[in-house]
């Protein structure tokens, strides 16, 4: 549920905006995963506006949170290689979101590539594989335990040969060793800026709507590693979390809404933030 209904609530409940109404409505904001400095900020504000109503309230609320959300169109330049490159933790949904942006680029005239420089498992490529066949795309992939930068470097020279608009290139998510997870993605990041222009490079990270405030470290560490530049939220469908959004400060490009190529579309901030506050 959003937090809106809460707020409501709150309101409703007191005459005055007494101490302990500041204290449940941060309470009720750092429940919803905004983090407690954004919880504090809009508490503030809030104290500033003294709103009489309960619409006045959610729409400071709402105002607050417009200017810590944004949203990204990510279209790849024509006639020029763009590499898309997909990153994430196990289990977020990057390959499925690659299925799903080989079908929406190719609906839209882009001739794409899949590159499955995630080598660390047989299963991840299949799984790729499958993708690309489903969805019609050609893909580049090599043998599991491979050097996932050669296979970024082969799908590259595949795609300069043959024309070829968009890479979609996903990559491996495991944490267990993240100084050598982060290396390797910093190489693979070299060996694509080293041939393709940089501003048709987009780093994106894919995050799992229902993890809340783990989202936040994830952001943040994949942005120190490589800045990023778009964020695509996944599960946004089920009993999401998605408030953590609100702390990152990286746009976000799309969100998926379920499993199936078509539960996919471009993130709209407005019906995000009316879906958090619920109005
Ligand atoms: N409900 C839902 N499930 C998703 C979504 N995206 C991915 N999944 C599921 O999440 C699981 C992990 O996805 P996968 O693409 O393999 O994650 P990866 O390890 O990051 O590549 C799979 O069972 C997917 O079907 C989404 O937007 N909504
Ligand atoms: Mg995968």
Known sequence: MGFGAKLAKL???RKTL??????????TLIEGDLGSRNAMEISDLVRDKKPKTEEELSDIVREALSDKISSTELMPVRGELN??????????????S?????????????????????????????????????????????ATGSDPGAVVYDAITSALARGDELILCDTAGRMHNKENLMKELQKINRIIGARVKPENVKKILVLDATTGQNAV???????????????????????????????????????????????????????????????
């Open 83 to 96: 590499v898309y490159l997909v990153l994430g933790v196990n289990g977020v949904g990057k390959t499925t």
């Open 98 to 142: 690659i299925g799903k942006m080989a079908k929406y680029y190719t609906s839209k005239g882009y001739k794409v590539l899949m590159a499955a420089a995630d080598t660390f498992r047989a299963a991840a490529i299949e799984q790729l594989e499958l993708h690309a066949e489903r969805t019609g795309t050609r893909i580049v992939h090599q």
């Open 11 to 13: 309101f409703g409940f």
């Open 217 to 279: 470290s994830q952001a943040r560490l994949f942005n120190e590693a490589v800045k990023l530049d778009a964020i695509i939220l996944t599960k946004y469908d089920s009993q999401s979390k998605a408030g953590a959004l609100t702390q990152i400060g990286i746009p976000v490009a799309f969100v998926g809404t379920g499993e199936h190529y078509e539960d996919f579309k471009k993130f709209d901030s407005d019906e995000y933030i009316k879906s958090l506050t619920g109005k």
């Open 18 to 27: 007494d101490e302990s109404f500041f204290e449940d409505l941060e309470d």
